[in-house]
């Protein structure tokens, strides 16, 4: 992609909304003056200020401001914002990263905009990141374009599809740094230094991807390769599945699915409790 010239806003200045910031400027293909982020607390957003992006508390004065808007706010607060915002939204795109919350649900609070989700994952900061992408064609084009400088846009075609790429790779980063953290812990138990061990653990899954990638194997073709029969990797492997690890980390995630269904009754108890007023 060439040159985005579109002025880009986000509201919402966690760790998915900085992601998003990082990885844009990363890309090369967007600079910072097209960016306006706004967060009710401007301390947290000091240091984008100095890079000579525009902050703001105020989520109008983004909204007013850009071309495509990115909302990166908690799901029960996205009516909220969606209202607050409408008036300066007509014709423009507006893209929710709230899980769990439809495309319907996001229309019944703005009548003007061109309403698009995603589910991003924080990989998106070192445009390494999984992008979900539903809703409207109008503008798909583009906006897969920009998304597609923070890393692999995968277009759903249902949008209850976004719930399955949350647990997968929304949560990813967190469940596979556990196993990353899993494997430095037992590393310090049997002797090795915290800096080794966490070094070991981290060149291993890293080593582990490139091989992957390089070889086009699939990861049962990695596993068989290197658990020879009667060998080290071998052993570890069987005790594992002795104690049922797949049906453990399966029911994990079926914890988060479970989550995910919870979130969902919970904000359209509230829709329904507070309205469009709410």
């Known amino acids: 992609m060439d ?16 992601a998003l910031v990082e990885g844009f400027i990363n890309s090369g293909k967007i600079i910072n003056s097209q960016l306006v982020i706004s967060n009710p607390s401007l301390e947290k957003l000091g240091h984008l200020s100095k890079m000579g992006i525009e902050i703001t508390s105020d989520n109008t004065v983004a ?11 908690k799901p029960l607060t996205t009516g909220q914002v969606l209202r607050e915002i409408d008036y300066f939204v007509k014709r423009k795109t507006v893209i929710s990263l709230a899980a769990v919350v439809s495309i319907n649900n996001l229309k019944k ?25 539903f809703g409207s064609k109008k503008n798909n084009y583009q906006v897969k374009q920009l998304l597609s400088t923070l890393g692999s846009v995968i277009e759903m075609e249902k949008e209850e599809e976004l719930d399955s790429l949350t647990l997968l790779s929304g949560c990813g980063p967190a469940i596979v740094s556990q196993f990353i953290e899993l494997l430095a812990n037992y590393g310090i138990k049997i002797g090795l230094t915290t800096d080794i ?7 291993t899954f890293k ?15 990695l596993i068989q390769l290197v658990s020879t029969k009667g060998g080290i990797s071998e052993a570890i492997l069987s005790a594992l599945d002795s104690n049922r690890f797949s049906e453990i980390f399966s029911h ?25 007023d709410g």
């Not at 061109?114 to 924080?122: A, F, V």
């Not at 994990?252 to 469009?276: P, T």
């Open 109 to 133: 609070h703005s009548k003007n905009a061109e309403i698009i989700r995603i589910m991003p994952n924080m990989a998106v900061a070192c445009n390494q990141g999984i992008i979900g992408l």
């Open 63 to 73: 909204a007013k401001k850009a071309d495509i808007i990115f909302l990166a706010v």
């Open 3 to 18: 040159k985005f010239d579109k002025k880009i806003a986000i509201i919402g200045g966690g760790h998915m909304g900085q």
């Open 252 to 276: 994990s995630m079926e914890c988060g699915r479970n989550k995910i269904n919870e979130l969902k009754v919970m904000y359209n108890i509230r829709e329904e409790k507070y309205g469009n």
């Open 197 to 203: 061990s966490q070094t070991l653990a981290f060149q």
């Open 207 to 221: 080593g582990s991807i490139a091989i992957l990638e390089k070889s086009k194997m699939s990861p049962i073709q």
